[in-house]
Nanobody, 125 residues
Framework: QVQLVESGGGLVQAGGSLRLSCAGS????????MGWFRQAPGKERELVAA????????DYADSVKGRFTISRDNAKNTVYLQMNSLKPEDTAVYYC??????????????????WGQGTQVTVSS
């Protein structure tokens, strides 16, 4: 069983930065491709960024390219989302997710097996 715990959310002004962390309590964290998703009120959950098992490959939603960076530290069982130049439209609950072991990087929600509880990010204008 994979447990994922997000942290680092909060309230920030537009133009500011936040770094989200997701700690996985699982053996061989490096076996899991990971993703960050977000869900704003009244909207569907959407992919923000994804990263492959080694960290050498990443993918981003067009809306965050150039502003957000996903990374991972497999020795610490942690994946990060560095968010810069935040905008009010980035306000959402952010979720960390993991694929089944040994799967490749993916974009669809249905590709992910395990989910964290989410952390709120609020960007004020």
């Amino acid at each position: 069983q994979v447990q994922l715990v997000e942290s680092g959310g909060g309230l920030v002004q537009a133009g500011g930065s936040l770094r989200l962390s997701c700690a996985g309590s699982v053996h061989s964290f490096s076996r899991y491709a990971m993703g960050w998703f977000r869900q704003a009120p009244g909207k569907e959950r959407e992919l923000v960024a994804a990263i492959n098992r080694s960290g050498s490959g990443t993918d981003y939603a067009d809306s965050v390219k150039g502003r957000f960076t996903i990374s991972r530290d497999n020795a610490k069982n942690t994946v990060y989302l560095q968010m810069n130049s935040l905008k009010p439209e980035d306000t959402a609950v952010y979720y960390c997710a993991a694929r089944s072991p040994s799967r490749s990087i993916a974009q669809a929600m249905s590709d992910y097996e395990y989910w964290g509880q989410g952390t709120q990010v609020t960007v004020s204008s």
